[in-house]
């Protein structure tokens, strides 16, 4: 009975290689988020999508490709990774009708690039 | 853009002291300002949320005030107990860069302690 879920919880790949990250929502939220938390903890937006429409993307290197096919999902591409890509990535959704209102995050997904 | 700073870094308390965490931040078109814990390894996890049409609100042993005129919010926990050890995340909400949507912005996180 998860609410949001990704997949995988573990990813450990090469640098220069291609690797992409799912999550789904079963909460009926219409937006949906993917966050970069790095090793320091910070906590950064990477991109947005409300009802699949790309809404909100932070100055994410264009290696990185968000898809929603649904908004129920939203997945993460990431070609040619690098070291710095190492992160734990989460996902988030929230229900935006008139006002922001709180986000539910995903367990993460930690990926190391070595 | 939105810039959101957070006070202490690290905060070590006993166990049934009070805790008090600060974060300052620079849009004056904030008006939601929500609190987040984290355990380690786990996902952030809302405890508390603040709308800029209050000052004041309280659930159970946690409190968020803000003050808009001075652009800051604290979160304080009374009574606090091992369990409360976490790392909590203020944030404030913008619109995107680009103009669109309705993003958070984090403070840096406070890694609190509570010792027995």
């Keep these: ?114 | 853009g939105e810039n959101v700073e957070q006070h202490p870094s690290t905060l070590s308390v006993q166990e049934g002291d009070s805790a008090v965490i600060k974060c300052t931040y620079s849009d004056s078109a904030s008006n939601y300002f929500p609190w987040y814990k984290q355990e380690l390894g786990k996902r952030p996890q809302l405890i508390i949320d603040i709308r800029s049409n209050v000052g004041e609100k309280k659930d159970q042993r946690i409190a968020v005030t803000l003050n808009k005129t001075a652009k800051h919010f604290s979160l304080h926990i009374t009574e606090t107990q091992p369990e409360d050890s976490a790392v909590y995340f203020c944030a404030a909400n913008h619109k995107g860069i680009t103009g669109g949507g309705n993003k958070l912005t984090f403070g840096t996180g406070t890694q609190l302690k509570v010792e027995l």
């Design chain 1, 1 to 114: 009975d998860t609410a949001v879920s990704q997949t995988p919880k573990y990813l450990v790949t090469q640098m220069g290689n291609d690797k992409s990250i799912k999550c789904e929502q079963n909460l009926g939220h219409d937006t949906m988020y993917w966050y970069k938390q790095d090793s320091k903890k910070f906590l950064k937006i990477m991109f947005s999508y409300n009802n699949k429409e790309l809404i909100i993307n932070e100055t994410v290197p264009n290696r990185f490709s968000p898809k929603s096919p649904d908004k129920a999902h939203l997945n993460l591409h990431i070609n040619s990774l690098e070291l710095g890509d190492s992160a734990v990535y989460f996902c988030a959704s929230s229900l935006e009708t008139l006002h922001i209102n709180e986000q539910f995050f995903g367990p993460g997904t930690r990926l190391t690039v070595l």
